[in-house]
């Protein structure tokens, strides 16, 4: 254990393209797009979780706590479903546009510049999302002890990332880097994805039970993304803290 969670050449990757967060058709439109899928399944399974009634403002009274929340994409949608959200991004680049593009929408969101290990909080957290972060950063461990120690007993807590299979190989790296162009080069490293099996096990270590397993697919024709069973290239699990 590195007892770090920070991967330097990640934060610079980032970092360097952090005014582009908030555009639609720049390097983080795959994100725009995946936006609805994600947003609509946390939506669902925490009404659920958490018998929630109210879906036009079904996050209310949560506290929300966005792991790697780049520049508030999932941030600010889950605050506008009335959450009281909080979003920490090891990026000063990143949470300097969180912060700008909340405060042009009046949103009270939270920002701060930190990792899990050094986020001061004695606050413990009703939802947990750790989306598209775990395949890039230093110790996956570490990281998923840090997140889970800020989570209430019987939270939630959302990890979304990208299978270590061959099909991903090719669609999340050599399609959508190389041949599809809609990510930059080198966002991501095929040996750092983990399998739905090896972040199961790292959820375990850290009392972290398995509730829901679900695929994440994006359909070519409709252009769109979908939750099915099919968790080949990406994948989300709900985890709740025993």
């Known amino acids: 254990m590195k007892n770090t969670t920070i991967n330097k050449k990640e934060i610079v990757k980032f970092s360097k393209i952090a005014e582009d967060w908030w555009n639609p058709e720049g390097k983080f439109k795959p994100l725009h797009k995946f936006n609805p899928a994600r947003i609509k399944y946390i939506k669902e399974r925490t009404s659920k979780h958490y018998k929630i009634l109210n879906q036009k403002t079904p996050f209310k009274n949560l506290n929300v706590l966005d792991i790697g929340c780049g520049g508030g994409l999932l941030s600010e949608p889950i605050a506008k479903l009335g959450a009281k959200v909080t979003g920490i991004d090891a990026s000063d680049k990143n949470i300097k546009a969180a912060k700008i593009h909340s405060s042009k929408n ?17 606050k413990k957290f009703d939802l947990i999302l750790n989306m598209e972060i775990v395949e890039h950063v230093e110790d996956v ?32 790296i050599v399609g959508a880097e190389y041949i599809l162009r809609w990510l ?57 803290k025993r």
């Open 106 to 122: 009046n949103l009270n969101i939270d920002y701060y510049c930190c990792s899990p290990e050094n986020f001061n909080s004695l």
């Open 141 to 172: 461990n570490f990281f998923i002890k840090q997140s889970s120690k800020f989570l209430k007993k019987n939270g939630l807590m959302f990890v979304a990332t990208i299978n270590r299979t061959l099909k991903s190989y090719l669609f999340a």
């Open 184 to 240: 930059p080069i080198g966002t991501h490293e095929w040996n750092k994805f983990l399998t739905p099996d090896e972040l199961i096990k790292l959820g375990k270590n850290n009392y972290l039970e398995m509730i829901n397993l679900d695929g994440m697919i994006f359909n070519p024709i409709k252009d769109s993304w979908r939750v099915g069973k099919d968790n080949s290239v990406n994948y989300i699990i709900q985890f709740t």
